[in-house]
Structures are given as C-alpha cells and as structure tokens.
C-alpha cells in the first residue's frame, strides 16, 4: 500500500463539539449539549472512571446545574452538611458557617462521592443520539484554521483518527494539552505544603459534617461523606517526604487521634500539592477550557469542581444556539468576560479561608483566629460567615445581559431564583426550571408579558428557542384565565419577595437573567434581546459538517 492510500484509510469524522476530557465537568457539558441536541464526539485517555473519591463537596448551584443536565434527586447519593466549624487549639470554636438551609431548591452544602456522580452522569450520555464516547483515545494534535478546528486522534495502539469539528472544549484538567497547545499562561501560585489525604470506611461514630482544626502544628480538616465514609487532610510538616507519610502504618498513627485507626478500612491515601491558578483566557479562537483546565481552587471553599460546573452551563447554550444557527458568534466572547472574573473571586475565597486553616505558626495563628473570635461577638461580622455572605455571589459584572438604572430587582446579570411551582395544567408541584425546561424564558410576574406584542416578534422569539411564561401568586391564580404557560408560585423565592407584580424578566437558558424591568418596556426588552443575539443572515448550520457514515456504527464506544 502506498502512502497516498494509507492517508486515505485514516477514519475522518465530523461533528459540531470534540470535547477534550470525561471527567465530571466534561461528562456534564456533554449532557447539557445533549439536551440542547448538538453532536459531539467526546474523548478521554482513560478507558474506565477511576474508582476513587476526589472531589467531595458540592453546593447548591453545582446541585442546580446537575438538575439542569437532566440529573435527578437520588440519583447519585449526597449528605447534606449542617454546618462548617473552624476550631483552634487557642481559641477553641472561633468560626461557623450555617450550612444546613435550602436554597434554590437544594441543601447549601453536600458531600458526595465522585466515582458514582461520574458514572451516573456517562450512563445518561447514552440517551442522545447526537453524542459518541470514545474511550481509550487521546488528542494528538489539533489546529484551528478559522472555520473547524482540524483534530488528530490516537487511541492506545497508535490508530489514528481524523476530526474535523466546529467547536473544541478542553475539560482534559490541570495539566491541560489544549491549554497548553493554544499557549494559554496558567497564572498563579502553588502552595509549598504537601497534605496527604486519607478516605476511610467503618469510621466508628463519626462526625455528621465538616471540621477545620486550625492547629498551625498540623492543620486538620475533616468531613463526612456517604456510604460511611469520612475524609481527613494532613498538612505534612517540613520534612515528612510523601512516600512516608502515605504507609500504612504513618496513616494509622495520624488517624489515631481521631479514632481506633484499627478499626477502620482506609479507602484510599494520595498527597497533593494545592495550587491557586487561572488560564490568561478561557477561549481563543474556536477553542475554550472549562474545568480545571481553565482554573484551579484551592480546596478550602469546597468550590473546585463547583467552578467547573459553573463553566459548562455558561458554555453549553451559548455554544448550541451558534451551532444551530440561533445565535450570532458573538455571544460566545461572553463566556470569558462573565466566567474568568468569578473564577478568579472564588480563588480568592479559597485563599482567604486556607490563611484561616493553616496559619504560618502560633503567632499568627493566634492573631488571626483571635481576631475571628472577636468579629464572632458582632452580628455583622458573624454573618459574613455564618450567613455565606463571604461566598461571592453568582453575578456577573460584564457580560451577556443589561441593566437599567431604577429596574433593579432580580439583578440582571445574576441567577433567577427556583422556587416550587405548579404549571396551569395541574399535577404535582415541580421546581421552576424543570418547568421553565432549556429555552430562553420572557416572565411576566403576575402579567401577562406578551399582551399586544406584534405577532412577527413573537414568532421571531419562538424561533429563536424563546417562550412566554406567565409567573403568578395562588391567590391571583383563580382569577386569571389559566393559560398552559402559566405557573403558580408555591413559595416566595420570587414572588412577591423579589419579583413585584407587573414586572418582567428576560431569562436566559443557563438561568441568568437577561434583563427586567416593568410590563410596559417588554416589548422594548424583548426586541433588544432578540437583536443582542440575532444569527447572520446566513445560518452556520447551513454550512454545518454533516455527519460522517463511519460515525453511525460507534456510538458510545469504549
């Protein structure tokens, strides 16, 4: 065979999105574009999940973005966290995140184990049509030619496959070949401590949620986790190598104060070296990273893979309507301008709470928690804790979205609140964004947002993936006609405590609201909407690779 036709045996695939990694970021971005219904062919060195616990802490917009993705309650197990205590061997309890609320519908905080999320999150994959898996292949190589990113494949005997996809997402981690191909810095610092974490099972009577002991001799967190488990992280001390630290018997004398480290089954033992980074960019060209690609968080706000989560469901619609030809490319510069800077508050947070955990030595250990306790005795200063109020909230300050100056209620440019609603067509209460389902939403709160609209606008914002919701309280409800797209709010999350009657919202598919302001600027909001994100006058999907035959025959091969 001469080399010509050895070229031309090369498999050569089309699709929209090749997504570069199947952790769980990657594996929810592909759920997310699976819903939305764009073709991706995803990839991931590794042929099977690892079977060990990594992540271990999920918040209520990480649980959000799962219900999003299509991922039910109880589908994957999770316990719920009451509280976060900071303890200090000086000062005793000197600092108390209250952890135990709902909000938006979920706990505040839980712990999981990230092996079952992995593969309830794969196991969905295989619901889409559009989304191919292959396993045990790794990018090679990849170029971005201004229309397709032109892509080699390799699986663990060397086969090549050629791809020739729209969009290229990185979600392949830290040490991220994409990144890294596109000569994105990864900005930022490591921290100098190794700390070795220990995952145990039968941990005899323990504890039911997260501690910090804030001793500068070893700093010590631990938590709880489901199916009995309980993790502990040791700061090791200068010059405790790691391949000692992590025997058996170093791991036993460590736990032993904790409990009878006899009596336990010790599930697994790594030591990492935490690290505080961010990528110059988190796009360029046709290419972006989402994930632990694009940042890494240190692990004291539990907020690592929270991070990620927020990334995909930033990206995912705003790639699927481009693709599908509902959008313009434009709105894909808005995934940087809103992502980055959140990214980089929530490191900061992390920063700020390691200073907490593992001071440099009892002097400052003694000023710092000292000075905590004291801020403990003020209702301000307990509230920044205790109240999350440290936590920066989900808020753009640039991005895809507008505000007005005196039309600020819901806060354009942040999250909609979910609250239990109960849709016009009867049945049990769901919670508003499985009503709202994955298109753009224009809500009237206790109005109708569409009366008097021209008929061509409305039907120019139903091709645009757009519909009409009427939002109302249950004592309006029985006096209104009862439209399908009607709701009835079963709790004050918007209504009336955010959301005052006569008002309207423009919300964007990933929940972020686009704009508001009273019923009679609707009309006004909603052709501006529709003009921000108009597709050219030549549709993309126009011009759309179409799939290639060989794709048929492989779908979520492993």
């Known amino acids: 065979m001469n080399a010509t036709s050895s070229r031309l045996a090369v498999p050569r695939l089309d699709t929209d999105i090749l997504l570069v990694g199947l952790g769980p970021v990657g594996a929810a971005l592909a759920n997310l574009l699976g819903l939305y219904g764009v073709r991706v062919l995803a990839i991931d060195k590794a042929t099977a999940i690892f079977e060990k616990p990594r992540a271990i802490a999920l918040d209520n917009e990480a649980l959000r973005i799962l219900q999003l993705a299509g991922v039910r309650d109880g589908e994957f197990e999770t316990v719920a966290i009451p509280q976060v205590q900071y303890r200090s061997p000086l000062f005793g309890p000197f600092a108390r995140i209250n952890s135990a609320g709902i909000i938006d519908g979920h706990p505040a905080l839980v712990t999981f184990y990230q092996p079952e999320l992995e593969r309830v999150l794969r196991e969905k994959l295989a619901q889409y049509p559009g989304i191919e898996l292959r396993l045990g292949s790794e990018l090679a190589a990849f170029v971005d030619d201004g229309r397709f990113i032109q892509a080699r494949l390799e699986d663990a005997v060397g086969n090549e496959t050629h791809v020739r996809a ?100 010790i599930e697994r033992t790594a030591v990492y070296r935490f690290h505080a980074r961010e990528a110059r960019r988190f796009s360029k060209g046709r290419c972006f990273l989402a994930g632990d690609a694009a940042h890494i968080t240190p692990p004291f706000a539990g907020q690592g ?36 800077p959140h990214a980089r508050k929530i490191i900061r947070l992390a920063l700020t709470l390691g200073a907490l955990v593992m001071p440099q030595n009892r002097a400052v250990a003694f000023a710092v928690h000292g000075l905590m306790s004291l801020l403990r005795l003020l209702p301000a200063g307990r509230a920044l804790f205790e109240d999350l109020r440290i936590k920066p909230q ?40 499985d009503a709202l389902g994955l298109q753009w939403a224009l809500i009237g709160f206790g109005v109708d947002a569409s009366a008097g609209m021209p008929a061509e606008l409305l039907q120019r914002w139903q091709a645009a993936g757009g519909r009409v919701w009427q939002w109302c309280q249950r004592s309006q409800a029985q006096h209104l006609a009862p439209p399908a797209q009607r709701l009835e709010a079963l709790d004050e999350a918007l209504l009336p405590r955010r959301a005052p009657l006569g008002w309207v919202a423009i919300v964007r598919p990933d929940r972020c609201v686009l704009a508001e302001g009273p019923a009679s600027d609707a009309e006004a909001m909603l052709r501006r909407a529709l003009e921000l994100v108009a597709p050219p006058a030549s549709s993309p999907s126009a011009t759309s690779p179409t799939p290639a035959r060989e794709l048929q025959g492989a779908r979520h091969a492993a």
């Not at 930033?314 to 894909?332: C, S, Y």
């Open 166 to 265: 729209r969009y290229l997402i990185g979600t392949d981690g830290a040490n991220s070949l994409v990144r890294r191909t596109l000569g994105l810095d990864f900005e930022g610092r490591s921290f100098h401590q190794d700390w070795l974490i220990v995952d145990a099972l039968d941990v005899p009577d323990p504890i039911d949620h997260v501690e910090f002991t804030c001793d500068p001799r070893r700093p010590t967190p631990r938590m709880v986790a489901p199916g009995g488990r309980q993790r502990w992280e040791f700061m090791l001390r200068p010059g405790e190598r790691p391949e000692e630290m992590e025997r058996p018997e170093s791991v036993r004398r460590l736990l032993a104060p904790w409990c009878d480290s006899e009596r336990i089954r």
């Open 305 to 340: 893979l929270v991070a990620g989560l927020r990334d995909a469901a930033n990206l995912a619609w705003k790639l699927a309507w481009v693709v599908q030809g509902r959008a313009n490319e434009r709105v894909l510069d808005s995934y940087d301008t809103e992502r980055r």
């Open 394 to 433: 989900n808020t753009f300050d640039e991005g895809l979205f507008w505000r007005v100056r005196g039309s600020d209620r819901l806060r354009a440019g942040a999250m909609l609140p979910q609250g239990w609603v109960r849709p016009a067509t009867g049945g049990a209460p769901i919670l508003s964004d």
